[in-house]
């Protein structure tokens, strides 16, 4: 397949594309079809233009994938190796089986990574599209959407285009999470998380708030703890807020990476059994520690099964119309740690 399109009413072709960015049709074609031999500055340029400009690919040939599709579904993922995206990978894969199809799944690091991913993908014609999104614009994704390839978002929404999304309830288990904490008579919850920019994160940090609020209660900044990235960070995070003058009684963690670093800091500080833990996110020995840990859950299994039934559905026409968030539930697992009333 080729890049190339006719000028058919004014609609843009490559040399359109081209003569926008400065650079060569060959340049061009070479981004379309996720070619080497294009720098990364140039083919953000080019990925930008052709969103601007409204480009699409042939008509025709993407008309024929209707009737000849490739039997592939692209996946991409801002990281790979771990719990969240193997448990989504499996739901993926299990409605796609079920339509004779392939995931291919690819890891990006970076925004530009990502571009070059997703634009390598549709150059390999796959039929759709989901995206665990890490950059900040997907506008460039339009020309493809218009030409009939469905694409799914997935945990966070994303940025320039208008598309199928399935989130978590974020906020709703965050608030749960910490009503089951005030509930044990706790007022000074310490919260570690990942950088608060983040949709996931910020979603539960709103949930938190609507939870002290619904008891009167206001968030204190001296409590939080966000920019944690890995367990190590979100330890040395759980020991600054117990060194602090006015320690809190209860912690409330945002991801199973956070939980598991309080669980290691609490257990040097001999205080796992004295200090409340609710932790976002279950992993797999939660219920194995002592005491085990109190959890809010979500099923990301189905998130993928649900990402995988838009794609077929758009792909076969039995969902049809403007695309939908669609929010999938959280649960509370009470295990102990949740229950631990406040001590000093």
Do not use: W
């Not at 925004?111 to 634009?119: D, I, K, S, Y």
């Not at 669980?263 to 279950?282: E, M, Q, Y």
């Not at 992993?283 to 520690?289: G, H, P, Q, S, V």
């Amino acid at each position: 397949m080729t890049g190339r399109t006719q000028s058919r009413g004014g609609r843009p072709t490559m040399k359109d594309v081209a003569a926008h960015v400065g650079t060569s049709i060959k340049s061009v074609s070479r981004v379309l079809n996720g070619e080497p031999g294009v720098s990364a500055d140039t083919t953000e340029r080019i990925l930008r233009a052709m969103a601007d400009l409204g480009f699409r690919r042939n008509d025709l040939a993407r008309g024929l994938r209707q009737s000849d599709r490739t039997g592939t579904v692209g996946l991409v993922l801002p990281q790979a190796a771990t719990r969240y995206h193997d448990s989504l990978v499996r739901g993926l894969e299990e409605v796609a089986r079920r339509h004779g199809s392939l995931v291919l799944t690819a890891s990006s690091g970076t925004a530009a990574q990502e571009r070059e991913t997703l634009v390598s993908l549709c150059s390999r014609r796959v039929d759709g599209l989901v995206v665990v999104p890490a950059g900040t614009d997907h506008g460039f994704l339009q020309p493809e959407q218009a030409a009939g390839v469905p694409i799914v978002f997935v945990d966070r929404p994303p940025h320039g285009i208008d598309a199928d999304l399935v989130l978590t309830d974020d906020a709703g288990g965050a608030r749960r999470a910490t009503s089951h904490l005030l509930e044990q008579g706790h007022r000074s919850i310490g919260v570690i998380g990942a950088d608060a920019g983040i949709h996931t994160v910020a979603e539960r940090l709103r949930g938190h708030r609507e939870g002290l609020t619904e008891a009167g209660l206001a968030q204190r900044r001296n409590l939080l703890r966000p920019g944690c990235e890995t367990a190590a960070q979100a330890a040395a995070a759980c020991l600054s807020l117990f060194a602090s003058p006015d320690p809190p009684t209860a912690l409330f963690t945002l991801n199973n990476q956070c939980t598991i670093g309080a669980v290691r800091a609490l257990h040097t500080l001999r205080r796992a059994r004295s200090t409340a833990l609710v932790g976002f996110d279950d992993f797999e020995t939660a219920d194995l520690l002592d005491p085990p840990v109190t959890v809010v859950a979500h099923d990301v299994g189905e998130i993928g099964r649900r990402a995988a039934a838009l794609v077929f559905g758009r792909l076969e026409g039995t969902i049809t119309g403007r695309s939908g968030s669609h929010v999938l539930p959280t649960s509370l697992t009470e295990r102990g740690s949740g229950g631990i009333p406040p001590q000093r």
